[in-house]
């Protein structure tokens, strides 16, 4: 009986031997630039924020999971996949 | 500015209004309108959309369609069509989208290019190219120009290239009058057979008809985008980021292939863009231009926000969204070929015959006007116009004593940022898919498509030079078709139409209204005296800083259309041949005035500026193809930024060619060296051409009234050196250096 | 039987009816536009996936189109022996549907580039280089944001001979500057192990006409012809 409707939070980001341009440059070109040098290292990557019915937190992660992974919603040769956090929707 | 408020049961409603404009529609429509009908005509009255300050003086263009047999479309229509023979037609207009672009650059160039395309496609066409004139502030040691230069070229790239439609030329120009108000112009060319344009009318003729909307989904965004690009920046402007939209190009190429496959079907009766003023502009003109009525179902229309009242749905400027008249025999035919591109669309009303717009909101009939009063002539509001006094003072600045080394500042010419090398910029946009590019980015003053099927060449080029304006826009517009008109020409074509988009500050500021009115009239002369149609036009005022009250640069941008029969006829800039001569065509006048040599060495903007002869350009034009039948030019470049020696340069760049000028006996004795080198008279091309057909070249040339001059010889070793100049020494360039100056100074600015 | 060759259309592809051109008025085969959805295996003796952006590059460039009922059908002509190549796009397709190996990246320098450059040929066996000598430096143009060539098994490619070209300079060189795009190893393109696939960034059907290059060249018109070759070959 699933009735209640969670948020999953997810983010793909390169592996490191994809690089991350993207992150690089925001570092690079204008961070230190800027004078922020106390900010270290800065990583890109794609949110997703997918809406699941399930009948609790655990199932609604098993269900993005294996769609993430059936679909290739990310693509496992360039990029790491992990689920942030799970939340109730608030009615 | 005043903006007076009418009001509605529950909705008060600003509107952009004169009193006696409200005054004039109450009594069009014999009643007070309620708040929808007040948004419609807010939107309808709009500079934007009616050109109420600027209708009289358009007026002053030749009619293009009962003037010229080829013209098929002109002002007023969604683009300019002109019949190119073989059963083919070309579309093409031009657009601004400045006032979006300077607050958000990404997606105000993105959805001008949006718009541009919808414009063209509109005439039942396929749109195959686009072309970007741009301005900002120069971008040298100013972070906020960068951005903007940056974002709106990326804004163009990833539209552009996404809907598959090449961009394969442009223009930009930086001063310090675009810093705050950039100038992000937009061009589009379709091509398409002379039947499918005939089934694409943008007037509904026929009762019974269906409105079929397809596209984009409608929601709040952009609601009063046309009366935010009537009104100048403010700080306030700010706040009105929600106006600016965010296009959608994936979905605009689904709308292209559609609404291409739904002409062809043979169903469509009509076709409607909706840009600037959404649902409003669309239906009206659709239902006034046919004299028809039209009933719409507010609630059949897929919105993408619940709730949304009347007056949002028929404002909404959501971007990619057309409007079909579908004759109702082929109803299910044409909603199959959206269903196969998974487009969506809703059948959302009727063409009938009672002359009146009706719109109903469920059972309520919220909107009811006769269809004429939106699409009638909005009034016209006589502006005054007053020449600046300060216009004297400029024109008879002195150039300063030649202090420099002539040497030097040529390198700092080349080196310049309206002169060097916009590679930086073309290399994001794909220029040759839909393989018609032949050529190319970088190979010619104009960007020339092959017409597949036929022997025919399509060339292109946009532009204006906004300095020479400024000093004097009546010999500066001119002076700006002779440009436009040489770049087609340099590479073969002949020039057949034009479209332009005057770019000016305040109306209301007789000032500013003098510019424009004197670009409209040089414009206008030219084109009636050299034969092109002007088949198009689009007017953006209040490019102007409120705070400061400082207008942009006056900039009548031109775009011109030309054709050439035959690739044997394809002419190209690059030197060809070491040995070959090098000629100077066309007269060199102490013209300094707003040049580059001005601005880049004294940081001077006055001086004498170029002035157009209307009977020696047509003589040095058909001298040139007089040339071409002959097979005579082996490369051409019209001289504009800079003058004839940075001309020279160009051409030597791609295949490694040097030259050996001599400048003896060249020039008017009179012209001191530095008015010779950088002058920037207009109607000037350095040609290349053989040895053996000098004295040939030099007979027509006297039979045709026509200053030629040889000027050098082209030569294999990496240098120009330049002899004969008097009271000076001789000049030596250095082709590597000035290569890398070229290449270097925008990306050295942009790539950090 | 004449030969018939599909180019499969999907939402957003733009290179399309360029291909079509080529094959039908250039190389002078039939070659049809299917769309996604329409696309029968059987009705083909080869296929072509064009360049342009579909569904939007959404998500991941190539990723949706990977999903649709044609990439099935071109499942069945890979096994089957049948030639089968990917453009730009097309390129980023068959990766994403796992017919080759590695993956597309975003460009390094994070631009959009459009311009003509050298490729290398290093493989001439594939269906599509047969008439290609080993060696041959082709010029050919590149329009791409997301071509940066990427593979965690660098190591078997190369030991299979799945590395069909890559980038150099006129001079043939594998150089740095040479390389548009950050591409692992200057990577331009790559085939399956059966080497009757081949994918790549750059487009063949733009250079397949001497009008078309800033050069006069043609190298495009090898790769068609080839797969004309093979396909002639097999029957």
Known sequence: MDSSEFIVEVVLENKPAARDPVGETIKRDLLAKKGYNSITNVRSGQYLRIYVKASNQEEAKTIVNKMCNDLRIFNPITQNFNILKVSDKKK | MNIPTVKDNETEVKVDLTK?????????????????????????YSEHCSYKSSRPILKSFENAVENYEYVLAGPGEDAGVIDIGDGYCVAFRIESHNH???????????????????????????????????????????PNSQWLFKY??????????????????????????????????????????????EHAPS?????????????????????????????????????????????????????????????????????????????????????????????????KIFTREPGMTSFEIMLSESQERMAFIVKPEGLEKVLDVFRKFETNFAVIGRIDDSKILKVFQGDKLVVNIPAKALSSEVPVIPRAEKRPKYLDKLLVQKTPELKENLDEIIYKLIASENICN????????????????????????????????????????????????????????????????????????????????????????????????????GMADFCKELRIPVVGGKVSFYNENEATHTAIKPAPVIMIIGLIVGQENIVTLPFKCSGNDILLVGETKAELGGSEYHSVIYD???????????TQVKTTWNFLFKLYDKHLVKANHDVNKGGFVITVTEMCFKNNLGANLDLTNCFDNSLRNDELLFSESVGRFIIESEPKDYEKILKIAKKNNVHVIKIGILISSLEINITGIKNSKDIKLDLNKMKNLYDFTIPNIMEI | MPIKIAVVQFPGSNCDLDAVHVLNE?????????????????????????????????????????HSPAIEQARIMLKDGRPLIGICNGFQILTEAQFL?????????????????????????????????????LDIPIAHGEGRYFTDNLKELEENDQIVFRYTNQKGEITKEANPNGSMNNIAGVCNLEQNCLGLMPHPERASEEILSPNGTFYGKLFFQSMIDFIQKRL
């Open chain 3, 101 to 137: 190996p590695g993956a597309l990246l975003q460009n390094e320098s994070l631009k959009f580039i459009c311009k003509w450059v050298n490729i290398k040929v290093e493989n001439n066996k594939t269906a599509f280089t047969n008439r290609m000598k080993l060696n041959d430096i």
């Open chain 2, 152 to 197: 709106v070229i990326k804004g163009i790239a990833d539209y552009g290239n996404c809907t598959g439609i090449p961009t394969i030329g442009g223009e930009v120009e930086f001063d310090k009058s675009f810093e705050n108000n950039c100038l992000v112009n937009v061009a589009c060319i379709g091509l398409g057979k002379i039947e499918d344009f």
């Open chain 2, 203 to 299: 007037e509904a003729f026929y009762p019974g008809d269906y409105v079929v909307l397809m596209g984009g989904s409608t929601g709040r965004d952009g609601i009063h985008g046309v009366t935010f690009a009537s009104r100048t920046l403010t700080e306030q402007s700010e706040e009105d980021r929600p106006a600016v939209q965010i296009g959608d190009p994936f979905n605009k190429k689904l709308i292209i292939e559609s609404t291409l496959e739904a002409v062809k079907t043979g169903y469509i009766r009509g076709l409607k863009d909706l840009g600037g003023g959404g649902l409003t502009c669309a239906v009206s003109e659709l239902t006034g231009n046919g004299d028809t009525g039209a009933t719409i179902y507010l609630d």
């Open chain 2, 422 to 521: 916009k590679e930086w910029i073309y290399r994001q946009y794909d220029h040759e898919v839909g393989i018609r590019s032949v050529v190319k980015c970088g190979e010619g003053d104009s960007g020339v498509l092959r017409l597949i099927g036929t022997n025919k060449f399509l060339a292109a080029s946009v532009g204006t030079n906004s300095k020479h304006c400024y000093l004097d826009p009546y010999e500066g517009a001119k002076g700006g078709l002779v440009e436009a008109c040489g770049n087609v020409i340099a590479n073969g074509a002949k020039p057949m139409a034009m479209v332009n988009d005057c770019n000016f500050g305040n109306p209301e500021q007789p000032e500013s209204y003098w510019f424009f009115s004197q670009a409209v009239k």
């Open chain 2, 604 to 614: 001077m903007e006055g001086g004498n500026p170029p002035k157009v002869n209307e």
């Open chain 2, 20 to 44: 006696e404009e409200i005054e004039g529609i109450k009594d069009l429509m014999n009643r007070e309108p309620n708040a929808t009908e007040w948004g419609m005509f807010d939107i309808m």
């Open chain 2, 100 to 142: 979006p672009s300077a607050i958000e650059p990404y997606h105000g160039a993105a959805t001008g290019i949006g718009g541009i395309i919808r414009d063209i496609l509109c005439m039942g066409v396929r749109p195959i190219a686009l072309l970007d004139p741009l301005r900002f502030g120069p971008l040298r040691g100013n």
């Open chain 3, 26 to 66: 250039v190389i002078g085969v039939e070659c049809s536009l299917v769309w996604h959805n329409n696309f029968k295996e059987a009705e083909f003796d080869g296929v072509i996936l064009p360049g342009g952006f579909s569904f939007g590059d959404y998500l991941r460039a190539g990723i949706i189109a990977a």
